[in-house]
C-alpha cells in the first residue's frame, strides 16, 4: 500500500512537472506557419537536370539564426550533384566510379548547407549566401528566402523518367522540423524584371516542413516574470520552469556569474546548441519581464524586458510575440519595431515585437549587457480596461517562436484594496520606484 501512494505521488509530481511542456505541433497564432521548399527545374541536360532550389520562410515570427540551416535529401536513384552554385554539399563521399569529371557530390543522402556572405559573385545565386541564415516572414519579407542552385547527373532527364527524392530533412541548426514527401505542382513561373515577359520551370515539386517545438527541445526555453507598480510583489518565473539546480545529478548544469570558472565554462562548450544558463531558480536561457509601469487618466504603460541567461548565445534578430487584449489600441512604442498579428482575424490582439537594427536586434550573451528593454503605451478603452484580476498582464509570449512559461494566474499580483484612486500620484510614484529598485536588485 505505501508503496503505491508513494508511486503515485511520483506520478503526480512528474506529471505535474510535464504540465509544462508543450507537445502541440500545431502553433495557434501561426496556423499555416511552415517552410515550403521549392525545387524548379530550368533546365535538362544530357545526363540530368539543373534546378534552383530555394526555401521559403512562411512563418510569422520563426527565423532561422546562425549557424544557420542545413537540407538533406535521399536520392531516389543513382543520382550524384555535378556542380553548385550559392550552396555546398557537407561531404563529397565516395566518387571512386568517375573518372575525369568528378562531381561535386556522389552521397546517397547528400546534406546541403549555404555559403558566406561575401562568396565571390561568380559562385553566387541570388538569395544564397547568408549564412543559413533566414529572416521571419512578418519580420523581413525581403530576407524570408534562400536559394541555391544545382546540376544533377544520372537522373532522368524528361518529366516522366526525373524522380523526386525522398526523406527530406531539415536542421535550422537543430531539430525541430518535419518535412512531408515531395509533390510536384504547377510549374513556377518567373516575371523578368521588367516585367515584359514571364518565364516557367520545366517541372517543379514542393515540400513542406512544419515545427514542432517539442521536437526542438524537451524543456522550455523561456519564461515569463511579472510586477506591477500597485503592488510591490515581483512574481518569478516559475521555479525549475526550463530544469532544475541540482548539484548531485547533473554538477555544471549551470553558473554562477562570480564563479571564477565562467571563463572556462563558456569557452570549453563542447555543443554551442546546449545552453550554458546562468543560475536562477527557473532556469530558462531566456527571461521576458512584464511591469506594469504607470497609470494615467486615458493611458497606461508597460515596460518589457527581455534578460539573456545564456553565456553560449547571442541571439540576432530576435523577435517576440505578445497576446494582450488593449494591443488593439497600442499608442507608442519606443525602441522596438511593432507589427500587429492578426490569427483571427477579427480580433486584433497579438504583436510581434523586435529590435531595431544596429541598436538593439542583438541580445547579447549573459551578462551585464545581456538584455533589452522597451515601453508600451496603450490607450484605455473604457469598457475593458482594468488592472483587476490580473487583466493588465500578457495573455502569452513568444520568444523566437518558443511559448513562454507564465506564472500561474493565481500568482499575479492582486489590486490592493484601497484602488479606487490609481491615478499617478506621488504615493503611485513612490511605489513606482520601489517596485522597480526590487526588480533591479532581484536582477543583480
Ligand atoms: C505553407 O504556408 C503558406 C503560407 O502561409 C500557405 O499558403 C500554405 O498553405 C502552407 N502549406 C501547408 C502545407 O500548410
Ligand atoms: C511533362 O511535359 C509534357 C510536355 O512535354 C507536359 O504535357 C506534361 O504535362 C508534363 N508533365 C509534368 C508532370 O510536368
Ligand atoms: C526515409 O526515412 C525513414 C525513417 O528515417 C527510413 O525508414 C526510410 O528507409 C528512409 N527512406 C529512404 C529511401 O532512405
Ligand atoms: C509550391 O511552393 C511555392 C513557393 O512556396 C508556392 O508559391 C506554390 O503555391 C506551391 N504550390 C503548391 C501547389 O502548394
Ligand atoms: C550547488 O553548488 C554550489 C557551489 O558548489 C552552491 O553554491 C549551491 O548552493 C549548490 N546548489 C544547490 C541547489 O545545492
Ligand atoms: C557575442 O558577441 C560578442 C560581441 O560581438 C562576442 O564577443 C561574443 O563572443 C559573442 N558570444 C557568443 C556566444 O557568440
Ligand atoms: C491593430 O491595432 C494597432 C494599434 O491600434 C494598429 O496600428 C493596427 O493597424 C491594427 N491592425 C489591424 C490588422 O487592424
Ligand atoms: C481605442 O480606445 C478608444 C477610447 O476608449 C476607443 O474609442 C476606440 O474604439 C479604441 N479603439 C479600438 C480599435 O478599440
Ligand atoms: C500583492 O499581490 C500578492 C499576490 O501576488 C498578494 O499576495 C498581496 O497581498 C498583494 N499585496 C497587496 C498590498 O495587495
Known amino acids: ?35 515550403t ?18 526555401m521559403y520562410n512562411f512563418q510569422k515570427y520563426r527565423h532561422i539564426q546562425a549557424p544557420g540551416w542545413t537540407l538533406g535529401w535521399t536520392w531516389a536513384k543513382k543520382e550524384v550533384i555535378w556542380s553548385m552554385m550559392g550552396g555546398q554539399t557537407t561531404e563529397q563521399g565516395d566518387c571512386s566510379r568517375f573518372k575525369g569529371n568528378i562531381p561535386h557530390c556522389c552521397k546517397k543522402d547528400p546534406k546541403v548547407v549555404d555559403l558566406m556572405p561575401g562568396t565571390p559573385y561568380n559562385q553566387q ?33 524528361t518529366n516522366k523518367t526525373v524522380r523526386v527524392p525522398k526523406n527530406f530533412t531539415l536542421k535550422a541548426p537543430g531539430p525541430g522540423y518535419t518535412c512531408g514527401p515531395a509533390k510536384i505542382v504547377r510549374p513556377s513561373k518567373f ?27 524537451k524543456t522550455p ?16 518565473c516559475p521555479t525549475c520552469t526550463c530544469g532544475c539546480q541540482n548539484n548531485l545529478t547533473q554538477p555544471g548544469s549551470c553558473v554562477d556569474p562570480n564563479s571564477p570558472y565562467l571563463a572556462s565554462a563558456v569557452s570549453s562548450g563542447k555543443n554551442i546548441y546546449t545552453p550554458l544558463v546562468q543560475c536562477t531558480t527557473h532556469m530558462c ?20 524586458t527581455i534578460t539573456n541567461f545564456n ?46 537594427k544596429f541598436y538593439n536586434d542583438l541580445l547579447m550573451q549573459a551578462g551585464p549587457l545581456g538584455n533589452v528593454q522597451s515601453e508600451l503605451l496603450f490607450q484605455k478603452d473604457k469598457s ?57 536588485l532581484a536582477n543583480t
Not at 18 to 29: M, R
Not at 285 to 304: D, Q
Not at 412 to 440: E, G
Request: aromatic residues 14%; proline residues 6%.
Open 311 to 356: 553565456y553560449r548565445m547571442n541571439y540576432t534578430q530576435w523577435n517576440l510575440v505578445v497576446q494582450h487584449p488593449n494591443f488593439d489600441n497600442l499608442t507608442q512604442i519606443f525602441s522596438f519595431n511593432y507589427k500587429s498579428l492578426t490569427p483571427y482575424t477579427a480580433i486584433n490582439d497579438t504583436a510581434m515585437l523586435w529590435g531595431v
Open 384 to 440: 475593458t480596461f482594468s488592472f483587476e484580476k490580473g487583466w493588465a498582464f500578457p495573455r502569452r509570449i513568444y520568444f523566437n517562436g518558443d511559448n513562454c512559461v507564465m506564472p500561474p494566474p493565481d500568482a499575479y499580483p492582486w489590486l490592493p484594496n484601497t484602488s479606487s484612486q490609481l491615478f499617478v500620484s506621488p504615493l503611485c510614484s513612490v511605489m513606482t520606484i520601489l517596485a522597480s529598485l526590487v526588480f533591479l
Open 1 to 35: 500500500m505505501a508503496k503505491i501512494s508513494s508511486l503515485t505521488i511520483l506520478l503526480v509530481f512528474l506529471l505535474s512537472c510535464s504540465s509544462f511542456i508543450s507537445t502541440e505541433a500545431y502553433d495557434a497564432l501561426d496556423p499555416n506557419g511552415n517552410i
Open 285 to 304: 536561457p531566456i527571461r521576458v519581464h512584464w511591469h506594469v509601469k504607470l497609470n494615467y487618466k486615458e493611458y497606461w504603460r508597460v515596460k518589457i
Open 221 to 236: 526555453t523561456c519564461c515569463v516574470s511579472l510586477s506591477s507598480f500597485y503592488n510591490s510583489t515581483i512574481v518569478p
Open 125 to 157: 545565386i541570388a538569395n544564397c549566401c547568408k549564412g543559413g541564415v533566414i529572416n521571419s516572414w512578418v519580420q523581413d519579407p525581403a530576407n524570408a528566402a534562400s536559394s541555391f542552385q544545382l546540376s544533377v547527373g544520372s537522373a532522368g532527364t
Open 191 to 217: 516575371v523578368t524584371a521588367d516585367q515584359r515577359r514571364i518565364t516557367q520551370a520545366l517541372m517543379t515539386w514542393n515540400v513542406t516542413c512544419t515545427y514542432s517545438q517539442f521536437l526542438a527541445q
Open 37 to 54: 521548399i521549392k525545387w524548379d527545374i530550368m533546365s535538362w541536360t544530357p545526363d540530368g537536370y539543373v534546378a534552383v532550389v530555394t
